[in-house]
Antibody, heavy 123, light 108 residues
Framework: QVQLQESGPGLVKPSETLSLTCAVS?????????WGWVRQTPGKGLEWIGS???????YYNPSLKSRLTISVDTSKNQFSLRLSSVTAADTAVYYC????????????????WGQGTLVTVSS | EIVMTQSPATLSVSPGERATLSCRAS??????LAWYQQKPGQAPRLLIY???TRATGIPARFSGSGSGTEFNITISSLQSEDFAVYYC??????????FGQGTKVEIK
């Protein structure tokens, strides 16, 4: 069974960059799926952030695109999220996910989730 | 952005009863609709994709229906482990893919 585990700082200062990594186990990240990030806040609920393929092809949420970088490290079987210029609104539980492509345009749903990690943006 | 609206916000049901939850899209998403279950302190779990296909290992008491803008998920006979929050997600061709705000199914 695929397992995903998020790691990274739980506290980030405003205007700085949030960085998280997702380690994938029991499955090769090069085996044909997209891998992505979803966050959850009490106010906005669940929000898809972005997804990446082994080749580096990405889909980003347009509302975050200007601040977002998702990258993949196939040698370590992991992928990462960087979100710059964070504010309190970026405080959330961040989940890494495996994404299944459902249409020829690449649209995705999420069949495996990590346990989530809380990131708080505060000085 | 396609807005997903779920109703009701909270559904009170007795164990063994049937529960039907609704999800409406602000524009057609065809059958590109998934349902997730989330229990306190846990990540969401995929239940249904393609509006009506159960994910691996999901019991047959969960069924999904609908297309276009109106969708339902029905739990035929609620078990104790089914009390949770349920979310719909559309994955139509236009970004971003979006979630509903959730329906909490609680014990009556």
């Amino acid at each position: 069974q695929v397992q995903l585990q998020e790691s990274g700082p739980g506290l980030v200062k405003p205007s700085e960059t949030l960085s998280l990594t997702c380690a994938v186990s029991n499955y090769s990240i090069t085996s044909g799926y997209y891998w992505g990030w979803v966050r959850q806040t009490p106010g906005k609920g669940l929000e898809w952030i972005g997804s990446i393929y082994q080749s580096g092809n990405t889909y980003y949420n347009p509302s975050l695109k200007s601040r977002l970088t998702i990258s993949v490290d196939t040698s370590k079987n992991q992928f990462s999220l960087r979100l710059s210029s964070v504010t309190a609104a970026d405080t959330a539980v961040y989940y890494c996910v495996r994404a299944r492509v459902a249409t020829v345009k690449g649209s995705q749903y999420f069949d495996f989730w990590g346990q989530g990690t809380l990131v708080t943006v505060s000085s | 952005e396609i807005v997903m609206t779920q109703s009701p916000a909270t559904l009170s049901v007795s164990p063994g009863e049937r529960a039907t939850l609704s999800c409406r899209a602000s524009q057609s998403v065809s059958s590109n609709l998934a349902w997730y279950q989330q229990k306190p302190g846990q990540a969401p779990r995929l239940l249904i994709y393609g509006a009506s296909t159960r994910a691996t290992g999901i019991p047959a008491r969960f069924s999904g229906s609908g297309s276009g803008t109106e969708f339902n998920i029905t739990i035929s006979s609620l078990q104790s482990e089914d009390f949770a929050v349920y979310y719909c997600q559309q994955y139509n061709n236009r970004l971003p893919w979006t979630f509903g705000q959730g329906t909490k199914v609680e014990i009556k």
